[in-house]
């Protein structure tokens, strides 16, 4: 198997008294799809701020294919090919499928010939993603599911090397879920992306990670396969009185 592509260690954050991300160590390997879960609150998002240089770690380093990147911006990480989506949506609602797409790419030049690769590229990408039919629609008035297909359909526009996805599967329908998970078992297998996605979707996390680790409270809590999380006694305990043994989405997931 390959070498960790992106690695989190020993990872501290506060906000002030809150001590929201305590010692964590997290990593991910080029063509792994691995799920991060935890109840609201044990950390994910920050997690995420931090792997993606929107928050500079109090303590801790991030390695990025065995570079020390702790100290690089978000800019820099995004054009290196460390890509993410957000619990919120995040497109141009103004522009068109196509132009958030275009928009991704436009830092690597200007030229004509370049504009005419980077619609190429976003064509593909669409067409790839199941958006084609959608191209010239405007993004702000798309429903949530095919908006939340078009933000990964961007963050796959300038191919990436590692995708942070923050629940890309809220509010999608079953059939428009399959797709997600189809492109992202290409990207991964075709492209040896590491993806590392947060959901709260139990049966979309089994179905698509080999792996997942769990936060609580700022703390890895546990690490394994999906049915090896499922079974351990101390995630449950972290779950208890959200549906614990119930089998419902709740028993190995939340909010960030």
Known sequence: MNRHLLQAEGIDVRFGGVHALRGVTVAVRAGEICGLIGPNGAGKTTLFDV????????????????????????????????????????????LTVTDNLVVARDWRGGTRSAARSHRERAAGVLHACGLGDLAGAYAGGLPVGQARMVELARALADPPRVLLLDEPASGTTAEERHRLAAVLRRTAEEENCAVLLVEHDVAFVRELCTRVVVLDLGRVLAEGTPAEIHADPAVREAYLGAGAGTGSSADVGGGS
Do not use: C, E, N
């Open 51 to 94: 792997l993606s240089g929107m928050r500079r770690p109090d303590a801790g380093t991030i390695t990025y294919d065995g570079t020390d990147v702790t100290r690089r911006s978000p800019v820099w990480r995004a054009r290196h090919g460390i890509r993410r989506t957000f619990q919120r949506q995040q497109l141009f609602g103004q």
